[in-house]
């Protein structure tokens, strides 16, 4: 039982390049979730999704999108990256709406 | 606007004292609080919630109390242990809602 799963865990991108991050979970959890952490910022949501098919935006949504085409899967895009997006990006999903979340390990992003 | 508060960057503990973190919340519509445990490059993970309707619940060593007058609420450690020392996330969720909330984070050092 792996849990969420977030690929890749390092990534360093130039400035206006393009990115997916992926997160899978085998919980069969309906909702979904992406954060970032920055120092002295804690964790801060930057889209989530309720179910298969739905996003929603977050707390920080400008410059990333996002897709929930299967319920094990969730995908956070990049289209432009700027040197503001470096990051730990993680993944989590629940049960309940608003539950117990369960975290994937994290992936930090390094925009130059 | 944080809506959830940990004001206490970090905090530092005799192993087998007790460590208090406290978090405060300015929006009234928060009724589920959590409380997450990080170690570095690892993901959150859960650690002890309660409800608005409660005023305490304790697991094990841990104990998480509520003051909803005050917007505030605290986790309690006894006896502290060296394997506590990680970085401690106040959340708070409200009733219909699905984000979760952050705060900024204690990090707890457990002296031996």
């Known amino acids: 039982n792996a849990g969420v799963t977030q690929t890749p865990k390092f990534r360093v991108l130039k400035t206006g390049q393009s990115m997916t991050l992926l997160c899978a979970q085998d919980?069969?959890?309906?909702?979904m979730y992406w954060y970032r952490q920055d120092p002295g910022m804690g964790l801060r949501l930057i889209h989530y999704?309720?179910?298969?098919?739905?996003?929603a935006k977050g707390e920080v949504p400008d410059g990333y999108n996002v897709s929930r085409l299967k319920k094990q899967n969730f995908l956070l895009g990049l289209e432009s990256a700027a040197p503001s997006q470096t990051s730990v990006y993680f993944c989590?999903?629940?049960?309940?709406?608003?539950?117990?979340?369960?975290f994937g390990e994290g992936s930090r992003l390094t925009v130059l | 606007d944080q809506q959830v508060k940990q004001n206490s960057p970090s905090l530092s503990v005799q192993e087998g004292r007790i460590s208090i973190l406290n978090c405060d919340y300015t929006n009234s519509m928060f009724d589920y609080f959590l409380w997450y445990k990080k170690y570095p490059a690892e993901g959150p993970t859960f650690l002890i919630s309660i409800s608005s309707i409660k005023d305490k619940n304790e697991d094990g060593r841990f104990t998480v109390f509520l003051n909803k007058s005050a917007k505030h609420l605290s986790l309690h450690i006894v006896p502290s242990q060296p394997g506590d020392s990680a970085v401690y996330f106040c959340?708070?969720?409200?009733?219909?809602?699905?984000?979760?909330?952050f705060g900024a984070g204690t990090r707890l050092f457990v002296k031996a």
């Open positions: 999704s309720v179910g298969e098919g739905t996003t």
């Open positions: 959340a708070a969720s409200g009733t219909g809602g699905f984000k979760t909330i």
């Open positions: 989590a999903s629940s049960y309940e709406r608003a539950g117990e979340l369960f």
């Open positions: 919980m069969n959890h309906e909702y």
